[in-house]
């Protein structure tokens, strides 16, 4: 059973930067893929970002593509989503995700994941 905890959320100002980290334990983050999803009020939980396991490929949705930067620290077992030139449209509730293999099927799903944090608040003021 694997348990995820987020950190790193917070208020910034559009054009600002945050950091986000997952830590967890009971699976290693190096292994499996691992996600990060976002919702907004009233929205669907949407996609962000991806690692798989193993080599550590990544995948981006289209609308944060050149602004976040998703990595693992193995050491750590820790994941992390480097959030920059915010906009307020990416104001949400972050989750991180891992999923039970390294390269799941759907990686840029939420099916292809069994395991959730409890998600951070992050907001962006224009």
């Known amino acids: 059973q694997a348990q995820l905890v987020e950190s790193g959320g917070g208020l910034v100002q559009a054009g600002g930067s945050l950091r986000l980290s997952c830590a967890a334990s009971?699976?290693?983050?190096?292994?499996?893929?691992m996600g990060w999803f976002r919702q907004a009020p009233g929205k669907e939980r949407e996609f962000v970002a991806a690692?798989?396991?193993?080599?550590?490929?990544?995948y981006y949705a289209d609308s944060v593509k050149g602004r976040f930067t998703i990595s693992r620290d193995n050491a750590k077992n820790t994941v992390h989503l480097q959030m920059n030139s915010l906009k307020p449209e990416d104001t949400a509730v972050y989750y991180c995700?891992?999923?039970?293999?390294?390269?799941?099927?759907?990686?840029?799903?939420?099916?292809?994941?069994?395991?959730w944090g409890q998600g951070t608040q992050v907001t962006v003021s224009s």
């Open positions: 009971g699976r290693t983050v190096s292994s499996y893929a």
């Open positions: 690692i798989s396991g193993l080599i550590g490929s990544t």
């Open positions: 995700a891992a999923a039970t293999r390294p390269f799941p099927e759907s990686i840029t799903t939420i099916r292809g994941y069994n395991y």
